[in-house]
């Protein structure tokens, strides 16, 4: 309904099929092998004008959602907008670009503050891809790499994060989820 996967067919013929070719391993099996995964939450305030807007959207959600009774929702278009304009505050939340023509960022300023003071490589991912291309630009300084559904070669992209020190800052989107192997090594 939501253009998701519905099903599969024919699993365990792919997986006998493909046996002789890969090698599964859980993740018990090689977590001696990983590094540490560090994540930070790093809280910060949106601009004046971020807010302004963020709290607008909102105001039209709760209000859709106050005029319909969910529970008996006769028009399903009404959750699809509900659900759109969700998604719009998480867009404005990252730039107000992805929503218009200010390019202010109060998430990206953030970023660039953390990437300042940092010296070691860093992965930013987004589920946006517009908002990689965005990042892509204000991060020019860092000589970012980028990976999202558009790249053809992302072992290409992934080599040079992996072995050019240049090469600080990789962004990416769920275009990068699977399949690829990031072990950059620091020197000493």
């Known amino acids: 309904q939501w253009g998701g996967i519905f099903g599969y067919k024919n699993m365990d013929e792919l997986k006998s099929k493909l046996k002789r070719y890969m090698i599964r391993r859980t993740r018990e099996e090689v ?11 790093i809280p910060f305030e949106l601009s004046k004008e971020e807010k302004e807007l963020y709290d607008k959207i909102r105001k039209e959600i709760l209000f859709e959602i106050k005029k319909e009774d969910i529970s008996k929702l006769e028009h399903p278009t009404t959750i699809q907008h509900t659900l759109v304009k969700l ?16 390019t202010k960022s109060s998430k990206i ?4 503050e953390l990437l300042a003071e940092r010296e070691d490589k860093c992965i930013v991912y987004t589920k946006f891809a517009q908002f990689a291309d965005i990042l892509e630009r204000e991060l020019a300084d860092y000589k970012p790499l980028k990976i999202t559904g558009e790249v053809q070669d992302r072992q290409k992209i992934v080599d040079k994060f992996n072995y050019l020190p240049s090469n600080r800052v990789l962004i990416i989107t769920d275009a990068a989820s699977y399949g690829l192997n990031l072990q950059f090594q620091c020197s000493t």
């Open 31 to 41: 977590l001696p092998e990983l590094p540490e995964k560090i994540e930070t939450e």
């Open 87 to 102: 998604m719009r505050l998480q867009q404005l939340t990252n730039s107000m670009e992805l929503l218009g023509e200010s």
């Open 109 to 112: 300023e953030v970023l660039k």
